[in-house]
């Protein structure tokens, strides 16, 4: 009657391994380790720079515990904080010989004491939010009309060049505000102009109505487009903060938009505020200039001779040195966008530039003149400039559409892509909310989270197993099941831990239990109605269960509610909120329910079972 199929077992056992081995990383605690990242876009960290810090380490007699290589950084680990600190000046010195033009950010770090069997699986422990390791916290608010003002602006330029191509008189064309207002003497023209940015630029919408004597045609960005500028200038934002915040060294920067305009920052382990501020406010220029190719330039590239009057000399990617003239041809700010891709003819990897209606005029004039010669990308940032690319113009090139190609690999122009694309920001942002938590007040949040969800489990377990015995302590059991289920799951998915995240661990511990309250006193209801003792097992679960369903589903609903609407904190308490009621339908029902079939099941003239006393009416 009260038996589980092998299958069903088979599976309580592999989610309790699963549990285990994906909750065992939480408790191996953290281990002192050394970060190396790059401090610009262009800069990678491979095999090559590891060995450098390997080398760099033996020399100065440092025995690391591993280094691993992942995800663009390198991460050396230690025995000690002393050891992590001798290493930290070693590695200083060997890879960022100018402190003022760092190639390489080498910040401290603390990595997980993992054993090598558990990394291999890929169960790490859960990260720790800003409110458990201490650090900053920035609520960024994007200035989404500037990001409009400046795709009109870009829009009224390109829309006076259609129309000169189109031969298409008027008689001025003005933004006002967000909107583009372009004067015709005569409504056929008027009508021949819309017809034109109708067809040129879908996303703007116009319309057309008498101006005095004259008659105006405004055009603005219709609804659809405008969120598209938006979202990008949200994505761009969010993607250059992550280039700049590379640069603290931070092992897991929390960065991530919230509502259609803001962008919350939370940089664990930063104390210093005026630094993080002045990364965050951080300015990138792109500029064009014509290369030098005279034979005085030629030399100075091969030596360190001085450079030609009128010239600068700047670094490649390789280390090269292109002399450049000083007079800048286009800037950044002509720039619209920029995608890697492919060549057309060559099928090699290429970056692909889209300049606005200036920048494509400018562009078109001087690679006409300027066939067979070289063209030179620089990107400066704190007052350092580095050259991206330098091709040869082969043609005239108009549309204000430029490739980039020659020798690029499809990872290189995709990182191309980037530092061009988010070398600055879309948009302005301005810091609406700050705020520093201690790294000491950040342990005191872990002992004190960890202490409440213990207590909180003791008290629960001692409660049940003293009210209804046996049964009590299978509760128990499945309650400290769902526990671990619930650690695992939220190592495996890798979530972020805060302090509201502990209070609804032990929230749902409260919650987890009554699951189990109802089991237990439905079995003790049939007992008392004079059910056998496998009869009242049998009824008490599968009565409960609609119950149990009912109220699970309807608090589940809350929480995904906390989920969709919240942000922050709250976000944070939902997350465990809504894993845990799942985790406990699990253990509550499923498991205890094994547990009990396992004990009693296979006794088949049961007299009584342990729940406890039961008054018969």
Same mark, same amino acid.
């Given at each position: 009657m009260n038996r589980y199929p092998f299958w069903k077992y088979a599976i309580i056992c592999i989610a309790l391994l699963v549990g285990c081995v994906y909750t065992l990383p939480n408790f191996f605690g953290e281990a002192p380790a050394v970060q190396v990242s790059s401090a610009k876009a262009s800069a990678k960290v491979d095999q090559s720079v590891q060995e450098r810090v390997l080398v760099a380490l033996k020399a100065a007699g440092i025995t690391p515990d591993v280094s691993t290589l992942e995800n663009g950084s390198l991460k050396v680990r230690f025995d000690n904080t002393d050891t992590q600190l001798k290493a930290k000046d070693a590695i200083q010195h060997a890879l960022v010989p100018d402190a003022n033009d760092p190639t390489y950010v080498v910040a401290l770090n603390l990595l997980s004491r993992s054993p090598a069997w558990l990394s291999s699986l890929n169960a790490a422990p859960m990260y720790l939010g800003l409110d458990l390791r201490g650090g900053v916290h920035f609520m960024l608010q994007v200035d989404m009309p500037a990001a409009l003002t400046k795709k009109t602006e870009s829009l009224a330029g390109d829309i006076r060049t259609t129309l000169r191509e189109k031969n298409v008189r008027h008689s001025g064309i003005s933004r006002n505000g967000q909107t583009i207002e372009v004067r015709f003497r005569e409504m056929a023209t008027l009508e021949s102009a819309q017809r034109v940015i109708q067809d040129q630029f879908a996303d703007l919408q116009t319309t057309s109505a008498p101006d005095g004597a004259d008659f105006k045609l405004s055009a603005t960005i219709n609804p659809a487009a405008a969120r598209r500028v938006q979202e990008q200038a949200i994505k761009q934002n969010i993607t250059t903060?992550?280039?700049?915040?590379?640069?603290?060294? +931070?092992?897991? *920067?929390?960065?991530?938009?919230?509502?259609?305009?803001?962008?919350?920052?939370?940089? *664990?382990? +930063?104390?210093?505020?005026?630094?993080?501020?002045?990364?965050?406010?951080?300015?990138?220029?792109?500029?064009?200039?014509? #290369?030098?190719?005279?034979?005085?330039?030629?030399?100075?590239?091969?030596?360190?001779?001085? #450079?030609?009057?009128?010239?600068?000399?700047?670094?490649?990617?390789?280390?090269? @040195?292109?002399?450049?003239?000083?007079?800048?041809?286009?800037?950044?700010?002509?720039?619209?966008?920029?995608? *890697?891709? /492919?060549?057309?003819?060559?099928?090699?990897?290429?970056?692909?530039?889209?300049?606005?209606?200036?920048? @494509?005029?400018? /562009?078109?004039?001087?690679?006409?003149?300027?066939?067979?010669?070289?063209?030179?990308?620089?990107? /400066?940032?704190?007052?350092?400039?580095?050259?991206?690319?330098?091709?040869?113009?082969?043609?005239?090139?108009?549309?204000?559409?430029?490739?980039?190609?020659?020798?690029?690999?499809?990872?290189?122009?995709?990182?191309?892509?980037?530092?061009?694309?988010?070398?600055?920001? !879309?948009?302005?942002?301005?810091?609406?909310? &700050?705020?520093?938590?201690?790294?000491?007040?950040?342990? &005191?949040?872990?002992?004190?989270? /960890?202490?409440? =969800?213990?207590?909180?489990? =003791?008290?629960?377990? !001692?409660?049940?197993?003293?009210?209804?015995?046996?049964?009590? #302590?299978?509760?128990? =059991? !499945?309650? @400290?099941?769902?526990?671990?289920?619930l650690v695992a799951v939220l190592s495996m998915l890798q979530a972020t831990l805060t302090l509201p995240g502990m209070a609804a661990m032990a929230l749902v511990l409260g919650m987890a239990i009554d699951a189990n309250v109802l089991i237990n006193e439905r079995v003790r209801e049939e007992l008392r109605n004079g059910a056998a003792p496998q009869s009242a097992i049998l009824a008490g679960y599968d009565r409960a269960w609609a119950t149990i369903l009912d109220s699970n589903v309807t608090t589940l609903i809350a929480g995904l509610a906390l989920l969709a609407f919240g942000s922050g904190p709250v976000r944070g308490f939902a997350v465990v909120h809504c894993l845990g009621i799942l985790t406990s339908m699990f253990s509550a029902v499923f498991f205890s329910r094994g547990l009990v079939n396992l004990w009693y099941g296979r006794q088949k003239k049961l007299q009584s079972v342990s729940i406890g006393t039961v008054w018969r009416a």
């Open positions: 903060l992550h280039n700049r915040i590379n640069e603290l060294g +931070v092992a897991e *920067p929390v960065i991530q938009q919230q509502g259609t305009d803001r962008i919350v920052v939370q940089l *664990p382990g +930063v104390q210093d505020t005026a630094k993080a501020k002045d990364i965050l406010g951080r300015t990138a220029t792109l500029e064009i200039r014509m #290369v030098d190719e005279s034979a005085e330039a030629r030399a100075a590239e091969l030596s360190n001779a001085p #450079v030609p009057f009128g010239t600068e000399r700047f670094l490649e990617r390789n280390g090269q @040195a292109v002399i450049v003239k000083k007079q800048v041809i286009l800037t950044g700010e002509n720039l619209t966008d920029a995608q *890697p891709g /492919f060549d057309s003819q060559s099928q090699e990897a290429a970056v692909h530039l889209t300049l606005d209606a200036k920048g @494509a005029r400018i /562009f078109k004039d001087v690679t006409r003149e300027s066939v067979g010669k070289r063209m030179a990308i620089l990107l /400066f940032e704190k007052g350092k400039g580095e050259v991206v690319t330098a091709p040869v113009i082969r043609s005239e090139i108009g549309g204000g559409r430029v490739q980039i190609s020659g020798r690029m690999s499809t990872v290189e122009a995709n990182d191309t892509a980037l530092l061009l694309r988010a070398g600055s920001l !879309a948009a302005p942002m301005e810091i609406i909310e &700050e705020r520093t938590i201690g790294p000491s007040l950040g342990a &005191e949040n872990i002992a004190k989270g /960890f202490d409440s =969800v213990t207590w909180g489990f =003791v008290a629960v377990t !001692a409660f049940m197993c003293v009210y209804y015995m046996l049964f009590g #302590v299978i509760s128990s =059991v !499945a309650l @400290a099941v769902n526990l671990l289920l």
